[in-house]
């Protein structure tokens, strides 16, 4: 009888298989150029996105933050309003009442301020976005007088007149006068005069009378008017008309 133990036979499917540890350790190790075109795709995509962006915020419509409450209750401290640029694009010329946009280079602000170039490019794409505080030339307000008005202020109730029509202003801050500083001006051809809505609280056309311009800002510097808030969700939704120049007939007609 033979009593010498056999060494048994190993099972085949226990030993391991060398082609699946190997394709095991090739799944741990990213594939480089599938890796880099992917990143590459996403970067590009980013890239395209960011572009459409920034040409639609340029010459279609525009984020902007609110940065003060000029224009209380009307905007209020960070909302995020929406500049419909193509509203005076096409022969329209701003209105009395319409909240815009614009440039107070040369009428509120007499020069730009310096700025570094690269620190001001940052700057211009994070506002443009939205995501940042306006550029320090850039306003809001209220069109009170469009070429060839007569803005006086103010009539035996303390109203603000228009081509001799007093003008009930529904938008005024509660508690606020149409104005403190009186004024009787004549608005040229071809400018605005702009008023906020929070008149104790707006440096405005009132405060750049003896300056350069007379505090008139050119229609051409309008970057465009305001027509919906974006954010916060509670106040979404376009501005609200308002009525009070209804009454206000053209330059040089009569009262009737």
């Given at each position: 009888m033979d009593t010498e133990a056999k060494p048994s036979e190993r099972d085949p499917a226990c030993e391991p298989d060398p082609g699946t540890e190997e394709r095991s350790r090739s799944l741990r190790v990213p594939a480089g150029p599938g890796a880099w075109m992917t990143w590459r795709r996403t970067a590009v995509l980013g890239a395209v996105c960011t572009v459409f962006v920034l040409l639609l915020s340029h010459f279609v419509v525009q984020p902007f933050l609110i940065p003060s409450g000029s224009m209380e209750p009307t905007l209020r401290v960070g909302d995020r309003v929406l500049v419909n640029k193509l509203a005076y694009r096409f022969g329209s010329v701003p209105h009395r009442g319409d909240v815009v946009v614009f440039d107070g280079t040369g009428s509120f602000v007499q020069e730009a301020p310096q700025e570094n170039p690269v620190a001001g490019l940052a700057h211009s794409v994070a506002s443009s976005l939205g995501l940042a505080q306006p550029a320090e030339t850039d306003y809001?307000?209220?069109v009170v007088g469009v070429g060839g008005d007569r803005v006086v202020c103010c009539d035996s109730r303390g109203r603000v007149e228009v081509n001799?029509?007093?003008v009930v202003e529904d938008y005024l801050y509660p508690g606020d006068a149409p104005s403190?500083?009186?004024f009787d001006i004549v608005v040229p051809d071809g400018t605005l005069w702009m008023m906020g809505d929070?008149?104790?609280n707006s440096r405005d056309s009132r405060d750049h009378l003896g300056e350069p311009g007379g505090g008139m800002v050119p229609v051409d510097m309008v970057i465009g008017r305001v027509d919906w808030i974006g954010w916060?969700?509670?106040r979404l939704g376009s501005l609200p008309d308002s009525a009070a120049f209804g009454a206000v007939h053209a330059p040089g007609r009569g009262h009737g």
């Open positions: 809001v307000k209220r001799g029509r007093a403190r500083a009186r929070h008149r104790s916060p969700p509670s």
